[in-house]
């Protein structure tokens, strides 16, 4: 079965330290890759997203996720975090062959301390 | 759009009674999915649908689970009888086909 795996399960940092989350997948075929960010008390909205092209892509406030398929891999970065990026950060994937359902990895909790 | 739509916000109900949440996906969208969110076990996919149809249910916890998507602009999710345990936060959501999900704002279920 499909799987997506966030080895970081918490993450504490300072304001303006460099940030990165990991993300694999399990599956090795032609695959959509997301990053969803849940603020506190919210649902879940998309940072970015790859289907295809750049494997180094842009997202929403300041984040950006790099493709490496051989390492089955899309972790994502941002350079220096803000205390506001406190939120849970969720991994997932489409198997656009199969099913097309998301498979989500358990989510990394970050908290930026000010 | 509004986005994906769903009610009530909060529920508060007692143990044993029946509790109905309420969905309407963005308009188009052709993929309709039921999660559910607690801190130990996180985001659960109950079930979805395409184009109406539940495709997978493997995740509905037991038999007080049911859901229906009577047609494209509705779905329900029903617990009957509630219990302490179905205490969560519901989320509904929708897509197009391999596009970007949208989630909907969440029901809050206590069950007492």
């Known amino acids: 079965a499909q799987s997506v795996s966030q080895h970081n399960h918490h993450v504490i940092l300072s304001e303006a330290a460099s940030l990165e989350l990991g993300c694999n997948y399990s599956?090795?075929?032609?695959?959509?890759l997301f990053w969803y960010v849940q603020y506190p008390g919210q649902h879940l909205q998309l940072l970015l997203k790859?289907?295809?092209?750049?494997?180094l892509v842009k997202g929403i406030k300041g984040f950006e996720a790099e493709f490496i398929k051989s390492k089955f891999s899309f972790n994502l970065r941002k350079p220096s975090v803000q205390w506001s990026d406190t939120a849970e950060y969720f991994c997932?994937?489409?198997?656009?062959?199969?099913?097309?359902?998301?498979?989500f990895g358990t989510g990394t909790r970050l908290k930026v301390l000010a | 759009d509004a986005g994906v739509i769903q009610s009530p916000r909060h529920e508060v109900t007692e143990m044993g009674q029946e509790v109905t949440l309420r969905c309407k996906p963005i308009?188009?969208?052709?993929?309709l999915f039921w999660y559910r969110q607690t801190m130990m076990r996180g985001l659960e996919l109950l079930i979805y649908?395409?184009?109406?149809?539940?495709?997978?249910d493997s995740g509905m916890p037991e038999d007080r689970f049911s859901a229906k998507m009577p047609n494209a602009s509705f779905s329900t999710l029903k617990i009957q009888p509630s219990e302490p345990r179905d205490s969560a936060v519901y989320f509904c959501?929708?897509?197009?086909?391999?596009?970007?999900?949208?989630f909907g704002p969440g029901t809050r279920l206590t069950v007492l």
């Open positions: 997932a994937v489409i198997d656009t062959s199969g099913t097309y359902k998301y498979i």
């Open positions: 790859y289907f295809s092209g750049d494997p």
């Open positions: 308009s188009g969208h052709d993929y």
């Open positions: 959501a929708s897509r197009d086909t391999v596009n970007e999900q949208f």
């Open positions: 599956y090795g075929g032609t695959v959509n």
């Open positions: 649908f395409n184009n109406n149809v539940p495709i997978d």
